[in-house]
């Protein structure tokens, strides 16, 4: 039964990422988006895409950029899409004009990755775990890479990662006078996320398993899941302090008791989903149920409709939960 139970699951996530491409590909309109600088620190910066041009990230294109800019030369942090590299690279060198050292990928969604060969190409070393390159060198199915588009490639060679590392303790880079800490995480979001720490800066870049524009999401086809997404919450209560600037991929910057809250009602919408498995109720009944409703007017987006009639995230969500539930019954 629990087989069944887990077919099923990874079933409703080959859904979800289809759908995830889908939001990633046709519907974006990249001539309209603009990069936008906020300056963290002395020398950290992140640049968000501009909103209302991306149909899968509606309050803002793609996922944000995060920079190291030294004295003569520049650490990245996610590539966003393929055909915004050239806007990028010009937005960069308006924070700092040397060359762009080393780039690291959060996780290998193609919002985060599919600048990747432009910026190796560019002089641009890539770090990742060794999950993302797996990821980049096995090509999804032929729907999802249609869906995908020009967003990203599964075809160049300078996409992957050259250095790569997995679960255990963090990589430093030492770089221009700050620690970079590049710290595994467990499969909250995917199976290969990474949290980017600057020390010195006090600034952590937290990738996606945080997000506050829609409900949460998780990549079941890579093996994540919320009780992932949980410890990785946990992770990043427990090195950041309450002078720690949070940035995360998707959506306006955080405090910690943003982060709490949003682990609280993970918790709180996860329990509803699991009594409701335990007493027999049906998918259907339990998105009827409404569960998030109490969080909804707190969640910009959560009820908006995602791309390709795909309902809501608060529902895919919910649905991510049961599925999820039903797997380890």
């Not at 990662?161 to 970079?180: L, M, N, Q, R, W």
């Not at 919450?233 to 910690?256: E, Y």
């Not at 409709?305 to 019954?329: C, H, I, M, Q, W």
């Amino acid at each position: 039964m629990k087989t069944i139970f887990r077919n099923a699951f990874f079933a409703f996530a080959a859904v979800m990422i289809t759908a995830l491409a889908v939001a990633q590909g046709p519907g974006i309109n990249y001539a309209k988006v603009q990069f936008i600088p906020q300056q963290l620190a002395p020398n950290v910066y992140i640049l968000t895409g501009s909103p209302g041009a991306d149909a899968g990230h509606p309050e803002a294109a793609g996922g944000r950029i995060g920079i190291l800019a030294g004295p003569e030369r520049v650490l990245m942090v996610d590539a966003t899409y393929a055909p915004l590299s050239d806007r990028l690279a010009a937005a960069i060198k308006q924070i700092n004009p040397g060359p762009i050292r080393f780039l690291i990928d959060t996780h290998y969604h193609p919002d985060h990755t599919g600048g990747n060969p432009n910026f190796a190409k560019m002089g641009a070393l890539i770090f990742a775990r060794e999950e993302v390159r797996q990821a980049l060198v096995t090509p999804p199915p032929p729907a999802v890479l249609a869906a995908v588009g020009d967003a990203a490639s599964w075809k160049d060679p300078e996409r992957l990662p050259i250095v790569t590392y997995s679960a255990g303790a963090p990589v430093k880079i030492h770089f221009d006078g700050e620690t970079v800490d590049l710290i595994p995480l467990p499969s909250g979001h995917t199976n290969g996320d990474t949290m980017i720490r600057f020390e010195t800066a006090n600034v952590i870049m937290i990738g996606d398993f945080y997000r506050n524009y829609g409900y949460p999401f998780v990549d079941a086809t890579r093996g994540a899941s919320f009780k992932g997404t949980l410890e990785a919450i946990d992770q990043l209560l427990g090195i950041a302090d309450a002078n720690t600037k949070l940035v995360p991929g998707h959506g306006s910057m955080p405090t910690l008791a943003d982060v709490k809250a949003y682990r609280d009602m993970i918790l709180d919408i996860r329990a509803k989903v699991q009594a409701m498995v335990a007493n027999g109720s049906s998918l259907q009944q339990v998105i009827v149920a409404k569960l998030t409703a109490p969080y909804d007017a707190k969640v910009p987006g959560g009820t908006d409709p995602l791309p390709a009639g795909l309902g809501n995230s608060a529902d895919r969500f919910v649905s991510a939960l049961y599925a999820e539930a039903k797997a380890t019954r």
